[in-house]
């Protein structure tokens, strides 16, 4: 996978580091120097530019790129102004930072589906989130078992748990199922809202589109997300 991170401070350089050790290709982006100087032997490419500079960020790989996040933090007004750039260059996948409730309802408004919020998520669980692909959240309970979520894939829409056997074809088990509705918030932009359905059982039915989190070894949780691709 290749990532552009805008905005290297303490968030953005340690979630830049964790994805380039993952094996991803890493570009970070930011207009301090001395920023740039401390990573450039620790990502793919470090480079010193303006974020919020149309014909600056014009320069940067971004039809190439899976994923674009930007994390800048103190500077509110260049994290949407840069954000919205990336908008209007209609990079593949865009992840924006907020640092408060306006900010993000302003995000949420440029049509920012993916908004993080560092106070509360480490750089560590983001690595691990963007890292396996059709993962939308992760937690770690040892090194080796995981607690997932993930988006259930239209192949298993209208079956229920026992129908598709995750417990005995992988060892896997399903906590709960999320269900995802859309909903307008106080300025009228739609955005997801999640309603955990309660404990899972065998005759749980599985709608697609919803999410499912699921304990397992990693090994066999990686084994699913792999299968899942091919649905």
Do not use: C
């Amino acid at each position: 996978m290749k990532y552009i991170i805008i905005g290297l401070g303490n968030f953005g350089a340690s979630l830049a580091e964790k994805l380039t050790k993952m094996g991803n290709e890493v570009i970070g982006v930011d207009m301090n120097m001395s920023k740039v100087e401390a990573i450039k032997d620790k990502i793919t490419h470090a480079v010193n530019l303006d974020s919020t500079d149309i014909t600056a960020v014009s320069s940067l790989p971004l039809s190439d790129t899976d994923i674009v996040i930007v994390g800048i933090g103190e500077d509110k007004g260049a994290n949407i102004m840069a954000t919205a750039l990336m908008k209007q260059l209609h990079v593949k996948r865009l992840i924006s930072r907020a640092v408060s409730p306006l900010q993000e309802m302003v995000l949420e408004a440029m049509g920012v589906d993916e908004i993080i919020h560092p106070e509360e998520e480490t750089a560590e669980r983001w690595a691990k989130k963007l890292n396996l692909h059709g993962v939308v959240d992760s937690f770690e309970v040892n090194r080796d078992y995981s607690i997932i979520e993930t988006e259930i894939p239209a192949e298993f829409d209208g079956r229920t748990l026992e129908e598709i056997g995750l417990k005995r074809k992988y060892d896997i088990i399903v906590l709960t199922t999320i269900k995802i509705t859309r909903e307008k918030n106080e300025i009228g932009t739609n955005r997801d809202v999640s309603t955990v359905q309660g404990v899972a059982s065998a005759k749980t039915i599985l709608h697609k589109h919803d999410i499912m989190v699921l304990y397992g070894n990693n090994k066999n949780l990686k084994k699913l997300l792999k299968d899942q691709e091919r649905y």
